[in-house]
């Protein structure tokens, strides 16, 4: 089962809300869901199997908690992946130019990916797995390495509904 199959599933994604905020076991997760433990079961072994949920045995008792790190490690089957060659001492910024579909912005004295493909949107950059702290234009390679990009996507964690009670005395 794809892992796009595995979170189309309402009652999945609810158990993954719900772990999200705190660990439950089974029972709690069915109670909270008002469906049989069995059917809630059967979802949470889906989980446990492409690597969402986890659980924590104590005694005769099983907890359950998210592994959230999982969840956007997912979407990094959708990247793109390219090989560049360039001379030693460039700087990132000169490999991006080199890579079709991004598109680089200067403000002010730095460097930024502003699109990728088309899509618009905030940008950060790895190198080696570390995130440098300087702009992709003064970032230098001195050896191979892996660049990658990510994109910052906002992800709704509240959502909070404001109601304004009306002032009978106001003028």
């Given at each position: 089962?794809?892992?796009?199959?595995?979170?189309?599933?309402?009652?999945?994604?609810?158990?993954?809300?719900?772990?999200?905020?705190?660990?439950?076991?089974?029972?709690?997760?069915?109670?909270?869901?008002?469906?049989?433990?069995?059917?809630?079961?059967?979802?949470?072994k889906i989980l446990e199997k492409h690597g969402i949920v986890e659980r924590k045995k104590f005694g005769r008792t099983h907890v359950l908690r998210i592994k959230i790190d999982?969840?956007?490690?997912?979407?990094?089957?959708?990247?793109?992946?390219?090989?560049?060659?360039?001379?030693?001492?460039?700087?990132?910024?000169?490999?991006?130019?080199?890579?079709?579909?991004?598109?680089?912005?200067?403000?002010?004295?730095?460097?930024?990916?502003?699109?990728?493909?088309?899509?618009?949107?905030?940008?950060?950059?790895?190198?080696?797995?570390?995130?440098?702290?300087?702009?992709?234009?003064?970032?230098?390679?001195?050896?191979?390495?892996?660049?990658?990009?990510?994109?910052?996507?906002?992800?709704?964690?509240?959502?909070?509904?404001?109601?304004?009670?009306?002032?009978?005395?106001?003028?």
């Open positions: 089962m794809s892992i796009i199959k595995v979170l189309s599933s309402d009652t999945r994604r609810k158990i993954i809300k719900i772990l999200l905020k705190k660990e439950m076991h089974i029972s709690g997760l069915a109670k909270e869901l008002n469906l049989s433990k069995t059917i809630v079961a059967r979802h949470v999982k969840i956007y490690e997912t979407f990094d089957d959708f990247k793109d992946v390219y090989s560049v060659e360039v001379e030693e001492g460039v700087s990132v910024l000169d490999v991006l130019k080199k890579v079709m579909g991004v598109e680089i912005e200067k403000i002010g004295d730095r460097e930024y990916v502003t699109k990728i493909d088309g899509e618009k949107g905030w940008y950060i950059y790895e190198v080696n797995g570390e995130m440098p702290n300087v702009s992709i234009n003064k970032f230098i390679l001195e050896r191979d390495s892996k660049i990658v990009l990510k994109k910052l996507v906002p992800v709704k964690r509240k959502e909070i509904n404001v109601r304004i009670k009306k002032n009978k005395k106001r003028k």
